[in-house]
Every structure is written in C-alpha cells, then in structure tokens.
C-alpha cells in the first residue's frame, strides 16, 4: 500500500518558497503601480430629454428646474424709510443716514412731508449717536422748517444725546417765528 507523503523535499520546499515570494512580490509591486496610476474622470450621464407634452418645451430629467425668481417690490417711500430705520435699529448709523438722506422716494416730487420728517428724525438720531451734534441740529432745524409743530414723543425727548438738541434747536425756532 502506497501512503501519501507527508513531508517535502528541501527542493520542494525552495521551490514552493520562491514561487510564493515571487507572487507576494508581483502583488506588491502591481499594488504600488496601481496607486500611481491617473483617475480616469468619471463619464458624464447623459441628459435624457422627456417627450414634450403638446405646448410644452421639452425638459432635461437630470437637472432641477429652479424655483423662479419671485418679483423685487417696487422702491417706494415707505420701503427706503423701513430700509432705514431698520438699519438705524441694528446700529448701522452711517448707513442709515445714506439711505435716508439719497432717496429720491423721500426727497423727490413724491415724497411726502411725514415721510421727510421721519427720516430726518432718525438722520438727526444717527447724527448725535456717532457725535456729530452739529449735523444732528441741522437735521431737527430742516424737520421744523418743514413743520413748525414738529416734536418728538416723550420717550425720545428724554434722550441723553439728542434730547437737549433737539430742546435748544426747538427753542431757537420758535424764537425766530415771532
């Protein structure tokens, strides 16, 4: 009876070893080669274009349609004049008086005389918050050429900065009424 032989040659066993160290080293190398080899850029999918239903302009299926581009509201007096105040309120001072001061809304032939006197309440506000007392006076003196019955609520007469301009300006114009 023949049994299987268990053990190898040492020339079996040289051989088996190179041939395996021979492979690992094929694998490594080919594995190096591999990472240096350029990606290849992906092919673009290609635009599929739906049937167009009859009156409708055919449309790509791969691409969204945006949302259209809802309509600016017309620029009138009151927008400019929130524009401004809303700036006044987020502390943008100099930006306010810009807004306010350029607008042909406020200024031109349709602006109005409480829009005018609006904005140049918080011109002659942002004036004396960035320490220009001079401009802020000449803000309420233009307000009270514009109306002599001009006035600031309670609250904002009561102001550290512009209260007192606003009293000594109001004072001087009521002098030169008389």
């Known amino acids: 009876m023949n049994r299987a032989r268990l053990t190898m040659s040492k020339k079996e066993c040289l051989i088996s070893t190179r041939g395996i160290a021979q ?18 850029e992906p092919e673009p999918t ?7 239903e009859p009156g409708r302009a055919p449309t790509p299926t791969t691409k969204p349609v945006p949302p259209p581009v809802p309509p600016t509201p017309p620029v009138n007096e009151a927008s400019v004049l929130k524009e401004g105040i809303a700036a006044y309120n987020n502390g943008e001072y100099t930006a306010a008086i810009k807004r306010l001061s350029s607008a042909n809304e406020i200024w031109g032939a349709e ?26 006076r000449a803000q ?12 600031l609520a309670p609250g904002e007469k009561g102001h550290p900065l ?3 301009v606003f009293a000594k ?3 001087a114009a ?5």
């Open 23 to 40: 492979v690992a080293a094929c694998l490594a190398a080919a594995m190096i080669l591999s990472g240096c080899a350029t990606p290849t």
């Open 111 to 136: 602006g109005s005389k409480a829009g005018q006197l609006e904005a140049l309440k918080y011109m002659a506000f942002s004036y004396c918050l960035t320490q220009r007392q001079v401009l802020c």
């Open 46 to 52: 290609p635009v599929v274009v739906k049937k167009p």
């Open 169 to 171: 300006t109001q004072k």
């Open 140 to 151: 309420f003196e233009r307000a009270l050429k514009i109306d002599p019955a001009f006035d």
């Open 174 to 178: 009521k002098k030169t009424v008389r």
């Open 162 to 164: 512009w209260g007192p």
